[in-house]
């Protein structure tokens, strides 16, 4: 499973920098970095969640959408608008 | 086609090809490949690997004045348990607070009793009738009884001589490779070993073990004789399931029950196949500092095992002195004697559901015995026997005891094994992520499992 996840992850991030290349969009280091880590953390979060799940704990897996799922959106989304508006004000 | 435009380049393609290529191969390289037994028994794959953080140590990490701890029974002047501790589970005098820890015991065994009749009565889930029947079940051959008596030292089997090759050898490590895999095979998780010597057969009850030099152990009366030849011991697990244990005292919960019943099974075979090599097998001694001391677990809080991978969640660790040469294990250190000075969960909630608690609630672990139920020599959290009930709730709720499945509890076991500052925010962050014993509603839900998918019933747990 975690073999074929690493593979949709590896495609959807090539499939990525193709698109940013073609579209001639500059994404600096930092923003690469606050994106793989929040990236990181979604699929921590997801494993978690699924494994506290099969693990009979609910409770635990809520919590885990709510300490680690919301920081990695956060982190998703503050690389996504970092890079979109500073393209915005150099065009 | 001048309709089709990619942003994909051959080049790139041909290149995300290539990196998922040499990813499936890297995985397919690291799986390990065995083509005979002698291969499978020398190879370090074959050994019980554990992760990188449980470290194997000269000295156990709960600390043992060799020097002062002599060896202990019940009911045996040396260690002053004629009067305060005549046999297990019975205690007498008035001193140390005996007489009120008592009292408090039997108490709290009293409303114990009262919530499972009462809850069998109203078919509450957890203690409903088909509860009670499931404990009285799991119950067959628990302790060994209902086994034909078997003499000390196991039941006749074919030997090597009788057929007429040489008994089996192999290297120490190749021993323990084998030991283990049938240890496994017949329900034993793991095994440690140790060798002999003074300080080790002080872990031995000594009003029913001796050891002479004589050429087969045998039974004196109540005493075992092991054979002073027989210099090796082999410690094995017997697992009890975590996922039924977190029931806390309703009937439900058969874990120990069931753990208890598993033990004798193992020890019979893991005997029969030890002289079936050409060996020989005894039983005794006291499997907590026996398991530790080779390295199945360290010390907790609660006085039992807590091991790296199942917690507190196994019932024992049987001993087997053996005439096998063996490669000793040494004790272990993961962080876990030392994630007890700040977590005491096992306390605080045994304290939370029977009003007071038996298990020491103390910063640190000290030398000071709180009777002589404790033995004198060993710097732990001292445990006020005639206050336990022997109940479950502090078992089922050590925050080692989880399934594994989630990522999250080997990153708190890797960091915790590696430095203890973080320790207090893991077992407050147990409490806030709600894991612990189960509830009510969990206890009918067991009866309709999916047993397609029902990880939690095997004969290993």
């Given at each position: 499973m975690w073999l074929i996840i690493g593979l949709v992850v590896g495609a959807v991030l090539l499939a990525l920098v193709a698109w940013l290349r073609g579209r001639d969009i500059k994404v600096t280091w930092y923003e690469w970095l606050i994106g793989v880590v929040g990236l990181l953390l979604l699929l921590f979060t997801i494993q978690n969640l699924v494994g506290s799940f099969a693990e009979l704990e609910p409770t635990a897996a809520y919590m885990f959408l709510l300490v680690t799922g919301l920081p990695a959106l956060i982190l998703l989304v503050l690389a996504w608008q970092l890079a979109w508006r500073r393209r915005r004000a150099g065009s | 086609?001048?309709?089709?435009?990619?942003?994909?380049?051959?080049?790139?393609?041909?290149?995300?090809?290539?990196?998922?290529?040499?990813?499936?191969?890297?995985?397919?390289?690291?799986?390990?490949?065995?083509?005979?037994?002698?291969?499978?028994?020398?190879?370090?794959?074959?050994?019980?690997?554990?992760?990188?953080?449980?470290?194997?140590?000269?000295?156990?990490?709960?600390?043992?004045?060799?020097?002062?701890?002599?060896?202990?029974?019940?009911?045996?002047?040396?260690?002053?348990?004629?009067?305060?501790?005549?046999?297990?589970n019975g205690y007498g005098g008035t001193e140390y607070g005996r007489e009120a820890s008592s009292a408090f015991k039997a108490e709290a065994s009293q409303r114990q009793t009262d919530i499972r009749d009462a809850g069998l009565a109203a078919n509450t889930?957890?203690?409903?009738?088909?509860?009670?029947?499931?404990?009285?079940?799991?119950?067959?051959?628990?302790?060994?009884?209902?086994?034909?008596?078997?003499?000390?030292?196991?039941?006749?089997?074919?030997?090597?001589?009788?057929?007429?090759?040489?008994?089996?050898?192999?290297?120490?490590?190749?021993?323990?490779?084998?030991?283990?895999?049938?240890?496994?095979?017949?329900?034993?998780?793991?095994?440690?070993?140790?060798?002999?010597?003074?300080?080790?057969?002080?872990?031995?009850?000594?009003?029913?073990?001796?050891?002479?030099?004589?050429?087969?152990?045998?039974?004196?009366?109540?005493?075992?004789?092991?054979?002073?030849?027989?210099?090796y011991i082999i410690c094995y697990v017997v697992r009890q399931s975590c996922e039924i244990t977190k029931r806390g005292i309703a009937a439900q919960n058969v874990g120990g029950t069931y753990g208890y019943a598993h033990g004798p099974i193992i020890q019979n075979r893991l005997t029969r196949f030890i002289k079936a090599l050409g060996y020989q097998a005894w039983t005794g001694g006291m499997n907590v500092p026996l398991g530790i001391m080779c390295g199945l677990s360290e010390l907790g809080r609660l006085n039992h095992h807590v091991t790296p991978e199942w917690g507190s969640m196994i019932r024992y660790t049987p001993a087997l002195a053996t005439d096998l040469p063996l490669a000793p294990t040494k004790p272990?250190?993961?962080?876990?004697?030392?994630?007890?000075?700040?977590?005491?969960?096992?306390?605080?909630?045994?304290?939370?559901?029977?009003?007071?608690?038996?298990?020491?609630?103390?910063?640190?672990?000290?030398?000071?015995?709180?009777?002589?139920?404790?033995?004198?020599?060993?710097?732990?959290?001292?445990?006020?026997?005639?206050?336990?009930?022997?109940?479950?709730?502090?078992?089922?709720?050590?925050?080692?005891?989880?399934?594994?499945?989630?990522?999250?509890?080997?990153?708190?076991?890797?960091?915790?094994?590696?430095?203890?500052?973080?320790?207090?925010?893991?077992?407050?962050?147990?409490?806030?992520?709600?894991y612990g014993l189960r509830d009510e509603e969990d206890f009918a839900a067991w009866w309709d499992r999916d047993l397609n998918t029902w990880p939690y019933d095997t004969t290993l747990i």
């Amino acid at each position: 499973m975690w073999l074929i996840i690493g593979l949709v992850v590896g495609a959807v991030l090539l499939a990525l920098v193709a698109w940013l290349r073609g579209r001639d969009i500059k994404v600096t280091w930092y923003e690469w970095l606050i994106g793989v880590v929040g990236l990181l953390l979604l699929l921590f979060t997801i494993q978690n969640l699924v494994g506290s799940f099969a693990e009979l704990e609910p409770t635990a897996a809520y919590m885990f959408l709510l300490v680690t799922g919301l920081p990695a959106l956060i982190l998703l989304v503050l690389a996504w608008q970092l890079a979109w508006r500073r393209r915005r004000a150099g065009s | 086609m001048s309709k089709f435009h990619s942003t994909v380049t051959r080049r790139d393609f041909m290149r995300g090809l290539g990196l998922a290529g040499a990813g499936i191969g890297a995985v397919a390289a690291a799986a390990p490949v065995f083509h005979d037994l002698g291969e499978l028994a020398t190879s370090p794959k074959a050994n019980y690997k554990r992760p990188w953080y449980v470290k194997g140590v000269d000295e156990p990490t709960v600390e043992i004045n060799w020097s002062i701890l002599e060896p202990w029974d019940w009911g045996y002047a040396p260690s002053n348990t004629v009067i305060y501790n005549p046999y297990f589970n019975g205690y007498g005098g008035t001193e140390y607070g005996r007489e009120a820890s008592s009292a408090f015991k039997a108490e709290a065994s009293q409303r114990q009793t009262d919530i499972r009749d009462a809850g069998l009565a109203a078919n509450t889930p957890g203690y409903a009738l088909r509860d009670k029947a499931l404990a009285t079940g799991a119950g067959f051959l628990s302790f060994g009884s209902g086994l034909a008596p078997i003499p000390f030292g196991g039941q006749e089997v074919t030997t090597p001589e009788d057929l007429g090759v040489t008994k089996w050898s192999g290297t120490p490590e190749e021993a323990n490779n084998m030991v283990r895999a049938a240890a496994h095979f017949y329900g034993a998780a793991n095994i440690g070993v140790l060798k002999f010597d003074a300080n080790i057969k002080k872990l031995y009850y000594p009003k029913s073990t001796r050891w002479e030099d004589v050429d087969v152990g045998y039974q004196d009366g109540r005493v075992s004789v092991i054979p002073d030849k027989c210099q090796y011991i082999i410690c094995y697990v017997v697992r009890q399931s975590c996922e039924i244990t977190k029931r806390g005292i309703a009937a439900q919960n058969v874990g120990g029950t069931y753990g208890y019943a598993h033990g004798p099974i193992i020890q019979n075979r893991l005997t029969r196949f030890i002289k079936a090599l050409g060996y020989q097998a005894w039983t005794g001694g006291m499997n907590v500092p026996l398991g530790i001391m080779c390295g199945l677990s360290e010390l907790g809080r609660l006085n039992h095992h807590v091991t790296p991978e199942w917690g507190s969640m196994i019932r024992y660790t049987p001993a087997l002195a053996t005439d096998l040469p063996l490669a000793p294990t040494k004790p272990i250190d993961a962080g876990i004697h030392k994630f007890c000075d700040v977590c005491k969960i096992c306390g605080t909630t045994c304290q939370e559901l029977n009003g007071d608690t038996p298990i020491s609630l103390d910063d640190e672990p000290t030398y000071e015995i709180s009777g002589p139920w404790n033995r004198v020599g060993v710097k732990k959290y001292q445990h006020n026997w005639p206050k336990c009930n022997f109940c479950p709730y502090c078992d089922g709720s050590c925050p080692f005891n989880v399934h594994g499945i989630a990522s999250i509890h080997e990153v708190i076991k890797m960091v915790s094994a590696t430095t203890p500052i973080f320790n207090g925010f893991f077992a407050n962050m147990d409490e806030f992520f709600g894991y612990g014993l189960r509830d009510e509603e969990d206890f009918a839900a067991w009866w309709d499992r999916d047993l397609n998918t029902w990880p939690y019933d095997t004969t290993l747990i």
